[in-house]
Structures are given as C-alpha cells and as structure tokens.
C-alpha cells in the first residue's frame, strides 16, 4: 500500500546514509562499459540527496524531500517510474487502509512486538488519512472493500502520474532507465555510479535513499537485490 511507504520513508526506516560510520566494503558491479566521471577526470555531478528506486517509497520520499528544500534526484532502471504500482490491487491499486486496528491491516505487525512499536510509530507521523487527502487533492476517486482497503475507481496509473506530479513540483530530478552499478562512502559524501543509455555517469551526495524494493516480482517489474546488497556493503542490519 501506498501510504506505508510513505509512513516508512517519513519515520525513517534505516535506508537514509546521511552520516555514521564510513567503514564498508563499496557496492560496485564489474565491468562498467563507460569510463566514469572520476575515470575521465571530471568531478562527480553534485545533488543534495539521492533516492535509488522509482516506486512508492522512493517517490514519495523523494517528494518529502524535495518539499523540504533538498535538491534530490530519484534513479530508477525501469524504463518508466511505478511500475509495480500499475500492477497493484488487480490494476486498481490497493493504495492505503483504513482499518480501526493495527493488527488487522498490517498483518507482519503479529510476528513481533518491536515490528509492532516501530508501526504505530510510523503511522503516527504519516497517517493514511494524509495520503487519502493527497488522493483526493487530484481529484482520484476511490472504494473501500473488505478490511478497510481503498482501490482507486479507474487505474492505478493515476497513481503514478500523481506522485511524478508531485515529485515535479517539487523540482526532484525523475531519471529513467538509470541502473545503478556502485555506492561508495568518500568522506562526507556518498558517490553513486550508475549507467544510463550505455554511458557510466556518476553523482555525489550529502544523502542516498535506498527505495529499491525488495524481490518480489523480479520477473515482471525487473526488482533486484540492490538494496540487501547495500545494506549489506554498508553493514546496516
């Protein structure tokens, strides 16, 4: 659901380098068909802020971001952003819940009682009810169905179209069929290596995001394990 991962990404899930330790092994992919920025000698391109991952939690955390002030650029390797949100909820994107209880609309919330605390801490800052007037500030109509689900009435591409509005009001950079190949830690920044239409490009930044999702629908949305190797490289647990 679309307003978990914006409850996720407004609490702060441990994805966000901003700081800490620098002591890591550097995620990098092997042979890179460009030369890199730093290859060619020229300075990395500089942005406050990199999210790694077009999907609902990269947008909308690029989103809250960019409102804030912070210069962000959102990569994405799909050639499109949302990709599993258009395939979500039978094409109708399930994307909130409006249950009365915690239990029953996030059912992981059982396993452990620390998963459950860290929930109510989360939706406490981002509540459905601000994603629902998000929703309808656009103008998407919507249905409740069983345990509290909402669908939006037509397509769940109006969905996508307004997180990349929003994200565009914001003035977040949206790259496409952008694949990142390394993030590195170089003293106060992070360096991420990624390609785009066959040419290695590089970026620097005070902050990197990672929203890339985890494995589910590798096959029909191309998800990866970038971010386990990530936080792996980064000893992040």
Known sequence: MLSDAGALCRAGCGGLFSGGRSEHRPLQRRGLRAE???ARGEPGEPTGAVVLGGGAAGLLAAMTAGRRGRKVTLLEKNPELGKKIRISGGGRCNFTNISDTLDVA???????????AFFEKAFARYPPEKFIGLVESHGIKYHEKKLGQLFCNKSAQQIVDMLQEECLAAKVDLRTGAEVCGVTREGPEYRVDYEQAGE????????????????????SC???DLA???AEAFQLK
Request: charged fraction near 20%; charge should be positive.
């Open 36 to 38: 890199s920025a730093e």
């Open 222 to 224: 191309g998800s990866t």
């Open 106 to 116: 996030y059912h992981s919330s059982r396993s452990s009682s620390n998963e459950a």
């Open 200 to 219: 290695a490009k590089e970026l620097r930044a005070q902050a990197v995001l990672v929203a890339s999702g985890g494995l589910s629908f590798a096959r």
């Open 228 to 230: 386990h190797r990530i």
